[in-house]
Nanobody, 123 residues
Framework: QVQLVESGGGLVQAGASPRLSCVPS????????MGWFRQAPGKEREFVAA????????YYADSVKGRFTISRDNAKNTVYLQMNSLKPEDTAVYYC????????????????WGQGTQVTVSS
């Protein structure tokens, strides 16, 4: 059974720099590209960042480029999302997702999803 478990969310102030983690189980982590998505209340789930299987390629939404960094440690079976200079508009539930092919910004392209972790940014 495949599970993706996110952690690191919470209530933070604007400008904070929390790091989200996602630990998959039940799959061979190193053959999966990983993505982070987010969903704010009343909005559709949107792409945040993605990383290739070995971590050599990364992709970002324009809204987070230069502030967020996605990385992975295949030895620890973990993917991270370092978030810097958070803004109130970054408030959302953040999800990690896995797919066996190249990274994608499309939600439908991912095979497995975590339950999400809430990030709330206060001004």
């Amino acid at each position: 059974q495949v599970q993706l478990v996110e952690s690191g969310g919470g209530l933070v102030q604007a400008g904070a720099s929390p790091r989200l983690s996602c630990v998959p189980s039940g799959l061979t982590f190193s053959i999966y590209s990983m993505g982070w998505f987010r969903q704010a209340p009343g909005k559709e789930r949107e792409f945040v960042a993605a990383i290739s299987r070995r971590g050599e390629s990364t992709y970002y939404a324009d809204s987070v480029k230069g502030r967020f960094t996605i990385s992975r440690d295949n030895a620890k079976n973990t993917v991270y999302l370092q978030m810097n200079s958070l803004k109130p508009e970054d408030t959302a539930v953040y999800y990690c997702a896995a797919r066996t092919s190249v990274p994608s910004s499309e939600t439908y392209a991912y095979h497995y999803w975590g339950q999400g972790t809430q990030v709330t940014v206060s001004s």
